[in-house]
């Protein structure tokens, strides 16, 4: 806990590149991990890699957080613990190694880090720049003295000389904001305000000139007041992961174990335990007899069964041969013993047996109906024509969202849609503004709350921007959709889930007539009203 708590003190700016895995192709994507990294060390840039092979779908949608791999800066806790731990432990432009998360392969590049800040209680006030930046600039300069020395109140001044329209009515101010999603120059200040009540100096952004006043700032919590909401975040931290070796040792102890070092020293080829145990993955696709190597208890474990291990291990790429035994060992034992415990434990061994069941069940019910019903095209197309009335679009609007950490964000692109009543004019800038993304939502009578004004308003017409959760929207309608059927591809997602539960009862029939499986609801006694009752 203290540990995260220390690490949320600081984002760290970061892009990563992640290639995914399945079950059946683990080797493949660790191999493409690999050349990638190569490629690295060849002086190929980061981006340009994290663009081409990165499996993120972000990585290749400009505009986007997570473009060219690029994910901006993250806090510790709001990332899997892998990815954490070599989030923190990198200096500013250092790569990291190839590593496994849930989720695949990751390699990442640090770019910097920044302070992290509580949450602020901000007002402004905005002059947008009309010619030359000098005429908003000596305004905010006079209004400024006018409000330090007393002669009008800040919330006065904003509401009758700041152009920032939402803020303007509430004597300018933005409620609760996150100093980390504001414009750098508006961050940079408001990190120099140390005193609730004081007025900034005029600051430049792109979108004018602002004056800040800092009405609130919530003070970092102690370590001991955040600890309740910090401990459960660290169940699966370092502290966890050494008893579960300790234990692991306590087994292997008990139960005994051998390893043939020299034997699987030999076989990769790998001079030394110190060394690393990458060379073992040449052997991963061995067809012949592979060598045994380890033992604990009564069981036997082949070289290749620790080469699998290997890619399946977090941090596998720089895990010596020596790290590799122990961790391989350690596994197999924590594996031992809960299969000893299910012996000893009938309760516990009948719980295994029904999550086993359950696991089997569920691989059995993906590979052999949710799967194959997504790869049966004629099936699929049979189902799409029998209920093609029931696949249709139902009336929408066709609008273009733009979305931002705050509504400051946003003004520019009103402001630029006002001008001309062009689409073009704000989707442009949003190509190149890393804060701001564009999107196309059709809007239905189902759709969120939030969108459903575009319902009643014109072509064309703007809305907002408008507050949701923790981001902000600016919404332009564009046309409104006739109701009309949908063309097989796009009813896909539909077709394939109807097809499943045709397809599922169909399986489950052929399994009950293989196996001669009969129920007889019949003769079921049916509960009794009283449960006090005796029969």
């Not at 190929?44 to 957080?65: M, Q, T």
């Not at 993955?281 to 474990?301: F, H, M």
């Not at 895990?319 to 596994?331: H, K, P, Q, V």
């Not at 442009?428 to 969108?451: F, G, I, K, P, R």
Request: glycine content about 6%; proline content about 5%; cysteine-free.
């Amino acid at each position: 806990a203290r540990t995260l708590y220390e690490r949320q003190k600081e984002a760290v700016d970061v892009s990563h590149i992640l290639i995914r895995t399945s079950n059946r192709d683990t080797l493949s994507a660790y191999r493409t991990a690999q050349s990638i990294a190569d490629s690295l060390d060849q002086g190929i840039p980061f981006a340009e890699l994290a663009y081409r092979n990165s499996e993120d779908p972000s990585a290749r949608k400009k505009g986007e957080r997570g473009f060219r791999g690029r994910l901006g800066h993250i806090r510790a806790g709001q990332i899997v613990k892998p990815f954490e731990e070599r989030m923190y432990g990198l200096e500013p432009g250092e790569t990291s190694d190839i590593f496994r998360t849930k989720y695949g392969y990751h390699i990442l590049k640090v770019h910097g880090r920044r302070p992290t800040e509580p949450p602020i209680r901000l007002s402004h006030i905005l002059r947008r720049s009309e010619g030359t930046s000098g005429g908003a600039r000596q305004f905010l300069d006079s209004l400024r003295t006018e409000i330090v020395n007393g002669e009008v109140a800040f919330a006065a001044a904003a509401k009758e000389h700041s152009q920032h329209r939402p803020s303007a009515s509430k004597g300018g101010a933005l409620g609760d904001v996150n100093p980390e999603t504001l414009p750098d120059p508006l961050r940079e200040t408001v990190a120099s305000m140390d005193t609730v009540g004081t007025v900034s100096g005029v600051v430049e952004t792109r979108f004018g000139h602002h004056l800040l006043k800092l009405t609130d700032r919530q003070e970092r919590q102690s370590f001991e007041e955040a600890y309740d909401s910090l401990k459960d975040r660290v169940s699966d931290q370092p502290r966890a992961e050494r008893r579960k070796a300790n234990f692991a040792r306590d087994v292997r102890a008990e139960v005994g174990v051998t390893v043939d070092t020299t034997r699987l020293l030999d076989a990769a080829n790998i001079a030394s335990t110190d060394s690393l145990a990458r060379p073992l993955l040449a052997l991963i696709d061995s067809t012949g007899v592979s060598p045994d190597v380890a033992t604990l208890g009564d069981s036997t474990y082949t070289l290749q069964q620790m080469a699998r291990h290997l890619t399946q291990t977090d941090g596998g790429a720089q895990m010596t041969a020596g790290a590799l035994i122990e961790s391989f060992l350690n596994e197999k034992a924590i594996q031992y013993a809960v299969t000893r415990r299910t012996q000893r434990d009938p309760s516990l061994a009948e719980a295994m047996k029904k999550y086993r069941e359950g696991a089997l069940l569920f691989r059995y019910m993906q590979d052999s109906v949710w799967t194959a019903a997504t790869q049966d095209s004629a099936g699929l197309r049979a189902t799409y024509r029998r209920n093609q009335d029931q696949y249709r679009f139902p009336e929408r609007v066709r609008t273009i969202v733009f979305r931002a950490p705050s509504d400051t964000l946003l003004q520019p692109y009103k402001a630029a849609y006002d001008g001309d009543r062009s689409l073009q004019t704000p989707l442009s800038a949003a190509v190149e503004d890393s804060l701001v993304s564009a999107d196309t939502v059709y809007v239905t009578d189902q759709t969120a709350e939030v969108y459903q004004p575009v319902r009643s308003a014109d072509d064309l017409e703007a809305i907002g921007p408008t507050s949701r959760e923790d981001e902000w929207l600016f919404m332009i309608r564009d046309t409104r959709l006739s109701p009309r059927p949908k063309t097989f591809e796009e009813a896909r997602n539909s077709v394939v889930q109807d097809y499943q539960e045709t397809y599922e009862q169909t399986v489950i029939r052929q399994l009950r007539n293989r196996y001669d499986a009969n129920t007889y609801p019949d003769r079921l006694r049916p509960p009794s009203s009283d449960p006090s009752s005796t029969s």
